[in-house]
């Protein structure tokens, strides 16, 4: 199996890395892009802690391989933080106790902020939905859910003519 | 668990795929949604596999009208039909049963070409889309053929499709002159297989009385299939709970009839014969609601 070069922008900045085509975007980010945000929960998908938002959609990197990604804009959670503050999601969720042992974390931010880019006023029913896919064991997830709540609103006041994709 | 080892392909055009399939170490790459679980956890992978991966081909993305059918591209994916407007309105009961599927980050890959050449027998999309009467458009190099989906299943996991095929597109018959539902029973409420799945389609006609009836039901038999002798049963009788409730029976029997009595009847039975019940009902009052 030879390796093939796959380039692709992460986080805002373009990369280029040679793989082998079997690794998954997941392992390609932790691995050979050193960026362990994105965790491996399950490997199957069902757990989201793996979750990335890849052309501008949220999906698990445990599904995709690293090849499909080429010439793609991928965000994962190292990218929320702009110039070494923190994005109102993350503030959110310290404030919150939206955080326990962490490691559901990265997923549940990227599924976040996908769900704040397309709906900015979004619903507890539309929260949970959009959580669906997001699996965390420690916080019982109402403390996830008022920090979704509370980042979004302090980012529609913000910006209130924006309409996502910040 | 790694995957195996692989060489990987990304053909933009139709033609570039086609022959890219005709390799005979080439397996199609959709959504990658089951491919690549299901690569991860064999036993006995291929060995010298080439991915094929459909996903740049334009063609294979659109949802377009064509006189009084739909045509949807084979890699259309689950959340692209929940959201379109086309389906929406003339097949919102494919609308609901792709929204109902996996999570948001599923549905973002997760494609009807992949759903129905899975073949599971717990298909989400399967009900719908015979309702609609769909048929698949296969290509290869050595030519085209139409397949209707009733035929292209052929029991769980198994489809028609040959080597050297690829899904270009599915058409399904545009309906909108009643009212139409899916519904989905599962142990939760996401990322959920189902236990039973339901679409039916129920049409009025002046005096009340049902003009057009379409049922299906997955997960209850080998493969997802409509009841025909449930919808001529239907068509011409009043809307109302007795009728329903005979068809109700007549779907539960026909199931038991193909699978006979197993371990899960005892549950099955009731509970297929109360959501046929309730299917049939709530498409009778978006019908109604249409008129």
Redesign the interface.
């Known amino acids: ?2 390796k ?1 070069r796959i380039e692709f922008t992460l986080n805002g900045a373009l990369v280029s890395v040679k793989t ?5 975007l997941l392992d390609l980010l932790r691995e050979d892009l050193g960026l362990t945000g994105p965790k491996r929960g399950c ?4 757990c ?1 802690a793996c ?1 990335v938002i890849y052309n501008g ?4 990197s ?4 690293a ?2 990604v ?1 010439g793609g804009e991928i965000f994962t959670v190292e990218g929320l933080s702009k110039n070494g503050g923190l994005h109102p999601l993350q503030e959110a969720f310290i404030e919150h106790d939206a955080v326990q042992c962490g490691f559901c974390t990265p997923g549940i931010l990227m ?1 976040a902020k ?2 704040l880019d397309h709906n900015p006023d979004p619903t507890e029913e539309e929260i949970l ?2 959580l ?3 699996i965390c064991r420690c916080t019982g997830y109402w403390p996830i859910v008022e920090a979704i709540k509370s980042a979004a609103k302090k980012m529609r006041v913000s910006n209130p003519c924006k309409s996502g994709n910040s | 668990m790694s995957l195996p080892p692989l060489d990987y392909v990304a053909p933009r055009t139709l033609k570039e795929t086609l022959k890219a399939l005709s390799d005979e170490r080439a397996v199609p790459l959709a959504g990658g949604t089951d491919l690549i679980v299901n690569l991860r956890n064999s036993e006995d992978p291929p060995k010298n596999l080439l991915l094929v991966d459909l996903k740049k081909v334009s063609e294979f993305h659109l949802i377009e009208e064509e006189d009084d059918h739909l045509k949807i591209g084979s890699l259309v994916t689950l959340a692209e039909l929940a959201s379109s407007p086309l389906i929406s309105k003339f097949a919102p009961a494919l609308a609901l049963a792709a929204e109902s599927m996996g999570s948001i980050q599923i549905r973002n890959r997760g494609t009807v070409a992949g759903n129905i050449v899975n073949a599971s027998p717990c298909a989400d999309l399967a009900p719908p889309l015979l309702i609609h009467e769909a048929s698949l458009l296969l290509v290869s190099q050595s030519g085209r053929r139409e397949v209707p989906l009733s035929k292209f299943v052929k029991g769980p996991y198994r489809t028609d499709l040959r080597r050297g095929e690829v899904v270009r597109l599915f058409s399904i018959k545009k309906m909108h002159d009643g009212g139409e539902t899916f519904y989905k029973l599962g142990r939760r409420e996401a990322m959920n297989k189902a236990r039973m799945n339901f679409a039916a389609y129920i049409s009025l006609n002046g005096a009340g009385k049902i003009k057009e009836a379409r049922f299906s039901a997955g997960s209850l038999t080998p493969s997802p299939m409509r009841y025909k002798d449930v919808e001529t049963f239907l068509e011409g009788e009043k809307p109302d709970p007795r009728v329903f409730k005979r068809a109700a029976e007549m779907v539960k029997n026909k199931i038991f009839e193909i699978t006979g009595v197993r371990w899960s009847t005892p549950y099955k039975a009731p509970v297929s014969e109360n959501l046929t019940l309730w299917v049939l009902k709530e498409a009778t009052r978006i019908a109604k609601g249409r008129r």
């Open positions: 199996m030879r093939v082998y085509p079997n690794k998954t490997d199957v998908g069902e989201g979750t959609k949220a999906v698990n445990c599904l995709i391989l090849p499909e080429e599924t996908y769900l939905k959009a669906q896919g997001n």
